[in-house]
């Protein structure tokens, strides 16, 4: 008997707010992600380059170091180089730090302007997964 084992999907979500982080966190679990968080970008860089998940949402201003600086970190590396990289912020893209348009990000949110659930079709339509 041949049995086929389908690999999740993995998402890190490197978010500061704890409750924003977990309520991420169920949603993509939901939605069948395997999912890993970070409560700041040092941890973040180092989850990432534990796990090579398949994208990340990112936040920007975090403690001990913002998501800007994470993800130029992530992005020195072979394999971060090309990961996709979803901002997730409640800054306006113009308040966003310049450089993130030389380190190539995938899209950019507002946290307030989506809801959990469309966040993770944006994710899903980044991957091209289908529902």
Same mark, same amino acid.
């Given at each position: 008997?041949? +049995?086929?084992?389908?690999?999740m *999907? %993995?998402?890190? @979500? !490197?978010?500061? =707010?704890q409750?924003?982080?977990? #309520?991420?966190?169920?949603?993509?679990?939901?939605?069948k992600?395997?999912?890993?968080?970070?409560?700041?970008?040092?941890?973040? +860089?180092?989850?990432?380059?534990k *796990? %090579?998940?398949? @994208? !990340?949402?990112? =936040?920007?201003?975090m403690?001990? #170091?913002?998501?800007?600086?994470?993800?130029?970190?992530?992005?020195?590396?072979?394999?971060?180089a090309?990961?996709?990289?979803?901002?997730?912020?409640?800054?306006?893209?113009?308040?966003?730090?310049k450089?993130?348009?030389?380190l190539?990000?995938?899209?950019?949110?507002?946290k307030?302007e989506?809801?959990?659930?469309?966040?993770?079709?944006?994710?899903?339509?980044?991957?091209d997964?289908?529902?």
């Amino acid at each position: 008997m041949l +049995v086929i084992i389908e690999e999740m *999907t %993995k998402i890190a @979500i !490197i978010e500061d =707010d704890q409750v924003i982080n977990q #309520m991420y966190r169920m949603k993509f679990e939901a939605a069948k992600f395997d999912v890993s968080t970070a409560s700041d970008g040092e941890a973040g +860089v180092s989850m990432v380059q534990k *796990t %090579k998940p398949d @994208i !990340i949402l990112l =936040d920007l201003q975090m403690p001990r #170091m913002g998501g800007a600086e994470a993800l130029e970190i992530i992005r020195a590396s072979d394999w971060g180089a090309t990961i996709p990289v979803i901002i997730l912020t409640n800054l306006g893209e113009e308040e966003a730090p310049k450089s993130l348009r030389q380190l190539g990000i995938h899209s950019y949110i507002v946290k307030a302007e989506l809801t959990p659930s469309q966040v993770v079709t944006r994710v899903k339509e980044a991957l091209d997964l289908k529902d």
